[in-house]
């Protein structure tokens, strides 16, 4: 079994920033993508940023120079550092990785950690 266990979601005035952190734990071989996706009230899950094993990274345009994910192989956890953060940043933000076991790879959510940022 592998968990993904997310912290350092909160409650932030906008400007302001926080840092989330994503520990992967369990039956765990190797890694290949993780990310953060977030989902605002009435709204679809959109992702955020990505980062592969070799570190590599994805973001999506409305975090693109305010966001920065960097992730620990040794530590199997992603992090991502959101600096300048807006109202509409206000979401559950998942943390999602890719395990790989040889033949097969599967995906795994961490359970989300709410960011609310106030204007």
């Known amino acids: 079994q592998v968990q993904l266990v997310e912290s350092g979601g909160g409650l932030v005035q906008a400007g302001g920033s926080l840092r989330l952190s994503c520990a992967a734990s369990g039956s765990i071989f190797s890694i290949n993508a993780m990310g953060w996706y977030r989902q605002a009230p009435g709204k679809q899950r959109e992702l955020v940023a990505a980062?592969?094993?070799?570190?590599?990274?994805n973001y999506a345009d409305s975090v693109k120079g305010r966001f920065t994910i960097s992730r620990d192989n040794s530590k199997n956890t992603v992090y991502l550092q959101m600096n300048s953060l807006k109202p509409e940043d206000t979401a559950v933000y998942y943390c999602?990785?890719?395990?790989?076991?040889?033949?097969?790879?599967?995906?795994?959510w961490g359970q989300g950690t709410q960011v609310t940022v106030s204007s």
């Open positions: 999602a990785a890719d395990l790989n076991y040889g033949t097969v790879v599967v995906g795994y």
């Open positions: 980062i592969t094993s070799g570190g590599s990274t």
